[in-house]
């Protein structure tokens, strides 16, 4: 079968703007269907809003992790005068306090009855 002749202005707009397809449950499709309807936007409109709407998520999703990273990561101890907590944030200071550990014999679990 021979393909449809497309014009040139027709080539150029498809290459500039491509087609997304995307399978969705029908509790989905539905949902689309009816905010389509009820606010008269184009499915397209829907998509760009909701990537827009995204964006901000994205940052948060960065925020909490990064968090967590801390949470997991940090190495902090609590100041012998005011008890404010220190973290252990310079080379220097981390390597006084390998200094340290290797000063007070500190090792492994398993290395200790060795």
Known sequence: MKKKHQSPSKIRYNQSHPTVSVRVPRSLYDQLEELRETTGKTLGDIFREAV????????????????????????????????????????EEKQAIARHMREQGWRHSDCIDR
């Open 52 to 91: 827009g709407k995204q964006a901000p998520a994205t940052g948060e999703a960065y925020k909490r992790g990064y968090r967590k990273a801390q949470e997991i990561f940090t190495v902090a101890y609590r100041c012998t005068v005011c008890s404010g907590i220190i973290v252990v944030k310079t080379k």
